[in-house]
């Protein structure tokens, strides 16, 4: 599965919405990453992930997303996820609740388990 971003921009309060559109993944992120780094060089005070129609993310894909976190939060702005589907949301919910050692044996075995987590979710 593809993943399309579109991002707009209001300049007057230094928002950036990018918006995701389909799946988050090993094969998706790096071009991702490329593109919400020039977001995130561009400055604005928030950027918003709109994950409204994202359907899928791994491990590459939360990777992303965190080292753009942490790299706004240090120049003092903010990144926010909005939208997310249930599915997605409880990715987000897990990661809150491991504890900071590594519990997965590589990065094949997490994207297992996030996959399981997520279809699992989106059968409830």
Known sequence: MDLTTTVSIDEENSVARVSLDGALNTDTAPA????L????????QL?????????YISSA???VIFKAAKQTRSDGRNLAA???KPHIDKVFEILKALPDMAVFANEQELDDYLDAMQSKSRDE
């Open 82 to 84: 909005a939208n997310r």
């Open 47 to 55: 950027t918003v992930l709109d994950m409204k129609e994202l359907d």
């Open 61 to 63: 894909g939360l990777r």
């Open 37 to 44: 780094q020039e977001v995130v060089d561009a400055g604005y």
């Open 32 to 35: 991702f990453e490329l593109r």
